[in-house]
């Protein structure tokens, strides 16, 4: 179709030229959001008139609670795939050691700014859409100086048939119902054309002017053709006048897009309620062929006539009297509906969870009986996700395009007010600090990293599978006992306890951590077995050595082990002194050399070890 509204400069002849291409595309895809409609009224078991209500429209139930297996199945997919904490990862490209240090903290940065956001809820609120409709939508925008998430929903989103049939379009549009006062308040020269602006949507209820004073806006981008061309427009109108016409240079819409599964053809996705909608059909056509046959079928009491009976007396149930002279007849007692109905409707329900890929037992919270071990637990959960793998896939490719889009609005903040910064959450040993990081720390520049996703943790959430997999390690190797603790220091009961017996180890880690991030040289402080702190030390030393840690890095590493190795021979030396004292003889001492290390002074006045944390 012709964009008319890309040739037009005037305020209200641009506004004109959008809303009417606004009303094309409408029409064009009425079928769509009928269909939209449909899937919503099978996943919330009830009638729904259209998308602008502002109340249900009645409490006629299209597939009553305890048949509805469309929504269970929506529900059990959104937790099993979108329940897991979103997390990115940053690689820098054979980068130094500053590059590989700046690509961490710039992790750290985006995922302050996914708590910021409320990314996590708007991903599950996605999820559950894609499930639903096929396409699940948030849009990522700014406001002055700050970074906004919101999620979108679909039948507020446009766009061509024939310009989105590979996938990627080049024009999206944006509708949506605004109160005055908002728009005012954020296009503060313009309340003119806002005053005189209406509500533009295919129905609106008589009482809505009453109970909300909202305006339709329409927001409109355009892709460039190519890197260098100036043809990319981004207009924000009302159905009188446009309220902001500026020129889009990025090649992408500010929107962040899930589909559960993709179309061959087509910017829309295909829903799982789409897969299990006739099944769902067939559902409420037995189940209400069902009820109607329990309400037809009422009991009989026979009675002989001229008997003393005040059928007045019996209000508790429907009967029916029959009198009956001599014998009472026989009657031939059939049941209200074929047991055949009953049966096709449990295969039915079984098929739609079937069809979807999701076993009745896990929407229920159930196993399979006999299913006791852990590595059996763990096999069937695998088994149980593979079908939905392409759409976990989906949802990890859905948080590197975040990443993406977050970082592009805080470099143009940036740019425009000086910096960015937001409370980014890190780890230290195994404690997660918050920490305020600013744009300027972790500006690297696009082609000296990477983002993927971080990889999917394998070990299990529950406090009996924390056991089991403790238990597993253990046995496994003894070298694993300290992860196997770790493990169990988020279990309530063991929490505390176990937190005491690793703080030697989180201490140790603290300090390692902190040396890699470029903090001061801290002494030992000796409240913690020096061994265990030697060797751990050692293979912090060794690991940073591979990751090409800079000399002065590496250094305070080699001045700590030196000072380790000071504490453990005095210690020693002190023990084989009080031993002779007591025994009159020499001891042999335990305490080893650290070898040809190069010491170096420790620096006066170090910081305390609160100021590790």
Known sequence: MTLAWLEKTGKEELAGALFQTYQTLRNQQEGRSQQNLYHMSLYEGRAIQDFDSYSPTDAVKPNPDDHNVCEPIVDTLVNMVATTPPRVQVLSIEGSWSDAQQAKQLGYFVSGQFRVTGYQAIRMAMAESAAIFGSGFAKIYRVGKDIHLDEIFIDDLLVDDVDGRRGRPRSLYQVAEIDRAVLRKRFPKLSVPISEASR?????????????????????????????????????????????????????????????????????????????????????????????????????????????????????????????????????????????????????KNDAFAIAGISQMVSQSMKPAG???????????????????????????????????????????????GDYEVIGIRERGRRQVASRVRWSQVDLARDKYIVQPFAAGYLPLTPSGKYQKAKELIQLSPAFQTAALRLLGSVPDVEAEVQLQTAPLDYIDSIAEHFLEGGDYIPPSGYYPIPMAMERFQLHLLRAELDGAPEEVLQKFRDYLLALDAQAKKTAAAASAQAMGSTGGPQLSMAGGMGNLAPRQVIPNAPAMGALF
């Open 371 to 417: 299913l006791d071990s852990g590595e059996a637990i763990r096999a069937y959960a695998d088994i149980t996700s593979q079908r939905f793998a392409r759409f976990f896939t989906a949802l990890q490719e859905l948080d590197v395009s975040a990443f993406s889009l977050f970082v592009d609005l805080a470099q143009e903040i940036a740019e425009e007010e």
């Open 200 to 348: 533009v949507t295919r129905t609106t209820p008589d009482n809505a002017a009453d109970l909300y004073d909202s305006v339709t806006m329409l927001e409109a981008w355009h892709l460039p053709s190519s890197p260098d061309a100036e043809d990319g427009r981004h207009v924000i109108s009302l159905d009188k006048a446009a309220l902001l016409d500026e020129g889009w240079t990025r090649d992408y819409f500010p929107f962040l897009v899930l589909r559960y599964k993709p179309r061959l053809l087509g910017w829309h996705g295909r829903g799982v309620v789409e897969s299990i909608a006739s099944t769902q059909r067939r559902i409420n056509k037995k189940q209400s062929r069902i009820g109607e046959a329990e309400d037809l079928n009422v009991p009989v009491m026979l009675v002989p006539k001229g008997c003393n009976v005040n059928r007045k007396k019996w209000k508790n149930l429907p009967w029916i009297f029959v009198e009956y002279e001599g014998q009472p007849p026989t009657p031939m007692v059939s049941p209200s509906i074929s047991q055949d109905i009953y049966q096709s409707l449990g295969t039915d």
